[in-house]
């Protein structure tokens, strides 16, 4: 059975750092496109990032990139997402999710497979 755990969330003030983990198990991260999606209160679902399946190519949501850095170790069978520079504006439940699509992809609607969620707060 395909799972997917998201841990690693928190609170942490603004301007600091947290790295989301997502451990997967009943696949290998190596052949699915693995995305991070983040939904705050009364908004939409939005795509953060992705690492596609074989070489490893990524993307990011223009709100984060330069901050976020997704990266994945295939020994641990996990993906990541290190989290830098955080803002109260990325408060949210983050999801980490998986896709058989090779290319990577910040598309809800491409992803099958998804984990339930941590919380990352931003405040002070």
């Known amino acids: 059975q395909l799972q997917l755990v998201e841990s690693g969330g928190g609170l942490v003030q603004p301007g600091g750092s947290l790295r989301l983990s997502c451990a997967a198990s009943?696949?290998?991260?190596?052949?699915?496109?693995i995305g991070w999606f983040r939904q705050a209160p009364g908004k939409e679902r939005e795509g953060v990032s992705c690492i596609g399946s074989s070489v490893g190519t990524t993307n990011y949501a223009d709100s984060v990139r330069d901050r976020f850095t997704i990266s994945r170790d295939t020994a641990k069978n996990t993906v990541y997402l290190q989290m830098n520079s955080l803002k109260p504006e990325d408060t949210a439940v983050y999801y980490c999710a998986a896709t058989s699509y090779s290319r990577c992809t910040i598309y809800g609607h491409d992803y099958d497979y998804w984990g339930q969620g941590t919380q990352v707060t931003v405040s002070s």
């Open positions: 009943g696949f290998t991260v190596a052949y699915y496109g």
